[in-house]
């Protein structure tokens, strides 16, 4: 098995709160990528929304193909916005990228 930090892009279409934005952070927190030597030397945050409610989710992500790591990373995106009371129509997802491999975790 291989760590994978993905990045999952999105759009919020509608501005969403501080609660809603703290609930995704929580659901987010078992991949966040900060556990990755590559994710603490880049300071990557799990979310990061940008002012026109564009917003880009990094995950880590155990797999053994770059194809299975992407297909994963988008099911945990999925997950935790449903977790956020957010649905597909909500929040849409672009293509998952895979942003970096770390076979060392902390």
Do not use: K, W
């Not at 999105?10 to 030597?37: C, K, N, Q, V």
């Not at 880009?56 to 935790?80: C, F, K, M, N």
Request: no cysteine.
């Amino acid at each position: 098995m291989t760590t994978y930090v993905i990045s999952v892009p999105g759009t919020f279409t509608a501005d969403i709160g501080t609660e809603t934005r703290s609930r995704l952070a929580t659901a987010l927190r078992p991949a966040d990528p900060h556990g990755t030597r590559m994710g603490n030397a880049e300071d990557l945050d799990v979310l990061s929304v940008n002012e026109d409610n564009t917003f880009t989710l990094r995950l880590t992500v155990e797999a053994d193909t770059g194809p299975h790591a992407e297909q994963e990373a988008r099911r945990i995106a999925g997950s935790a916005l449903r977790d956020a009371g957010l649905d597909e129509g909500s929040a849409p997802l672009g293509p998952a990228v895979i942003t970096g491999i770390d076979s060392e975790v902390r």
